[in-house]
């Protein structure tokens, strides 16, 4: 269990909040927003709400510091839903995925993965293990998300000090922000894809029980089939060298071998072992009055899927590499995983120079397993609790902000023979803030950030703090009703190692590897600057930004080219590394006819990542990628026809393959019989017309799990 201090601690933040809620409802009849929580009596489509407005820090008037933020809503969500959260942001720009397989994806921001970027479920961590290793799911269903936001940029230090990358939020809506003004609301939302015989359903309702209490239930399941791919399932390098094994195999007599060598190289159409199934509900209550709010919820989680196999690596487990004479072959790997979650969320007016505190708080209880066939490989546990707590300063001439402080504890377990990362406890506290300046045509931003973490591990003997200062510093201007705006952000970042960079040393089953890591790394720490431009006019939208960091000590996995018990070896290293890249889009109404707007607009983003004093490339970066589409909308239809192109890699680490380039094409359409504002949209769209070979170079198993091939995709939304 997380240590008792952290329990006291988070019970000391949520104390005041009742007695105040008290007190302030007696005092206001009229009150702010408070966290986000939009104070009204009535809601529309607040399943997936297109409102773009940025609410996972609206303490902030604009937080322009956060230079690069996009909000995925809407029909635009429904459209884009998939199982996990990773391969549901791809359209945005300076996204793609780890793609590890279609039950563990998720997002890279800019270039990073893993611990630099924070997924978050409603400004708190998902309290699960998907920051560990690529094969671990994200615990959160896109399905039953209202908004999705991603955050790059600086001011991301607000959630964490490690979050260099930058954030994704998702916002659901298990604790309640408004009391529905109808006797309930519910929102609904189906579909199905044909690419994995992919179907899912998920709804959401909330009931008024009284003008200041609101009930929530949600619930959502999908059950997928293997992936359809176009092609071969190897790519050309690999399936070269399994081809070239299959040979040997051959003159040496061994025939059984090499047929089973030539089957897995010429396997085309679909890939093995990448079914899944996910199982998601969860409730909450919560009182919004105009003092302030407060709400629960509780939640549960449960997904299977498969993880495909690296070739060359089925027989890996045995001794020596080979298989025992006589030892059965092992069934494929599969994941069995479920999380029991708990939330609060509070707010309270206060009045003077601060203007309200905010708390939010979660609890998870998490498990998964690993297993070989029918046999059970290895069980990771974690159990984490993450609060938060703001005091929000009222708004002086111009200057608003927020100070406050973030605690987190985890325990983290491995139970099984090839438990690569010993049991170990992860404890942090933090202190933060940001501050904002309008003068005018001018902005200031300030933001600040201290973290202290303990990584201890008893079995091996490890016990460490780090202590990390952030700090960032943004200026804007913004000629009044120009729609213009230019700015600059400059930033000094710095993260502890995570548990498993430290201590990771052993066999992986699911990602197929023997993983090192070093206990002796130091923090990464890094130098960052963006300069962005936005014009935002009434037909033309342009945004662009370009940034760079400057590492010290940077943390990365590469492969070694050494072998382990026939598993290839990923070793942690730490070096000095330099990033630097542009993002940018723009959008075009070009006419508006026959009731119709047509539109065109675009997408561009590139990443350079090096490794100082020779290192080479950084692993796993993604290369240029342009998108651009046309659009006809209207009040009741919307049509759409897109074009995504993605350059070859060939900047490539040691050991590390190529990636090809691809261009996908793309069509959508969206019908509201009843209107904008009918509550009722029904969406079918084309993906991967051509049915192309495709593969993300970011993704760890790109080699051997390609994107799917041609998916049409059929849905429905609901909102009454």
């Known amino acids: 269990m997380p240590q008792i201090k952290y329990l006291l601690s988070t019970a000391l933040l949520i104390s005041p909040i009742a007695p105040a809620l008290a007190q302030q409802e007696a005092q206001h009849s009229t009150s702010p927003d408070i966290s986000g929580v939009q104070q009204q009596r009535g809601t529309a489509d607040d399943f997936h709400n297109d409102d773009a407005i940025v609410v996972t820090a609206p303490y902030v008037k604009k937080l322009d510091i956060l ?30 995925s780890t793609s590890f397989a279609p039950g563990a994806s998720r997002p890279v921001l800019r270039g990073f993965q893993g611990p630099r970027v924070k997924v978050l479920t409603d400004g708190i961590g998902s309290l699960d293990a998907s920051n560990t290793s690529v094969d671990h799911a994200v615990t959160i269903d896109p399905l039953t998300a209202q ?34 003004d109808e006797a309930f609301h519910l929102d609904a939302v189906g579909g199905y894809g044909s690419a994995a015989n992919d179907w899912s359903i998920g709804g959401s309702l909330d009931v008024p029980l009284t003008d200041s209490f609101v ?44 047929a089973e ?16 199934r996910t199982v998601n509900a969860a409730t909450g209550l919560a009182y919004i009055g105009d003092g302030g709010n407060i709400g629960f919820s509780v939640g549960y989680y449960d997904t299977d899927y498969g993880i495909p196999t690296r070739p060359g690596t089925e027989h890996a487990h045995t001794e020596g590499g080979a298989e025992e004479e006589g030892h059965e072959e092992e069934g494929p790997v599969t994941i069995g995983l479920k999380q029991y979650r708990a939330d609060l969320r509070a707010g309270v007016n206060m009045g003077g120079f601060f203007e309200s505190l905010n708390l939010r708080a979660g609890y998870s209880d998490y498990e998964h397993t690993e297993y070989e066939g029918d046999e059970v490989g290895t069980v990771f546990q ?104 230019i700015g600059v952000n400059l930033s000094r970042s710095e993260r502890a190692p995570s548990a498993e960079e430290l201590l990771s040393d052993g066999p992986h089953i699911a990602t197929q590897a023997y993983e090192t890591g070093n206990p ?27 940034f760079a960091n400057l590492f010290n000590d940077y943390i990365f996995e590469a492969e070694t080219g050494v072998e382990e018990g026939g598993l290839p070896i990923f070793q942690y290293f730490q070096q000095d590394a330099t990033y630097y890249g542009v993002e940018a889009s723009a959008s075009f109404t070009l006419a508006h006819a026959g009731g119709f707007d047509f539109v065109t607009d675009g997408v561009a983003d590139y990443i350079h990542a090096n490794i100082k004093d020779g290192g080479g490339p950084v692993p796993r970066i993604p290369p240029l990628r342009l998108l651009g589409g046309i659009e006809a909308q209207s009040d009741a239809v919307d049509l759409r026809a897109e074009l995504e192109w993605s350059d070859s890699q060939n900047r490539v680490a040691a050991f590390e393959t190529s990636t090809d380039s691809f261009t996908m094409v793309n069509a959508s359409a969206a019908w509201r019989p009843l209107g904008k504002n009918g509550g009722v949209t029904l969406l079918a769209s084309a993906n991967n017309i051509f049915d192309v070979n495709a593969r993300r170079h970011a993704s760890f198993t790109k080699d051997y799990v390609p994107l799917s091939g041609r998916d049409i995709r059929v849905s429905a939304k609901f909102s009454f």
């Open 67 to 96: 230079a690069g933020t996009s909000v995925l809503s809407g029909d635009k969500l429904t459209e884009d839903l998939r199982g996990q959260i990773g391969d549901s942001l791809t359209s945005l720009p300076g996204i793609s």
């Open 147 to 180: 908004r999705i936001e991603v955050l790059r940029g600086p001011a991301v230090l607000l959630f964490g000090g490690d979050a260099i990358g930058g954030a994704v939020n998702v916002i659901d809506k298990r604790i309640p922000r408004d009391v529905p």
């Open 215 to 258: 009930f929530h239930v949600n619930g959502s399941y999908r059950n997928t089939g293997d992936v359809n791919i176009a092609g071969f399932v190897l790519a050309p390098e690999l399936r070269g060298e399994v081809l070239a094994a299959a040979a040997e195999e051959t003159e040496e007599g061994h025939l059984d071998e090499a």
């Open 261 to 276: 060598l030539t089957e897995t190289a010429n396997r085309r159409g679909s890939v093995p072992n990448t079914a899944s």
């Open 382 to 485: 974690v159990e984490g609790i993450e609060a938060r707590a703001e005091l929000v300063q009222s708004n002086r001439n111009g200057w608003r902000g927020v100070v406050g402080t973030q605690l987190l504890a985890r325990d983290f377990n491995a139970i099984g023979a090839e438990a690569f990362v010993p049991k170990n406890s992860v404890e942090s506290w933090a202190l933060f803030t940001v501050q904002e300046i309008d003068l005018g045509n001018f902005e200031v931003e300030a933001a600040a950030r201290y973290d202290n973490t303990n990584i201890s591990a008893n079995a091996v003997n490890f016990d460490r703090s780090f202590d990390s200062f952030t700090g960032a510093l943004g200026f804007a201007y913004a000629p009044e009703q120009s729609g213009f705006k």
């Open 520 to 546: 002796d790394f130091s923090t990464e720490k890094s130098w960052g600057g963006e300069l962005y431009a936005r014009w935002d006019a009434n037909d033309i939208q342009l945004s662009a930004t370009v």
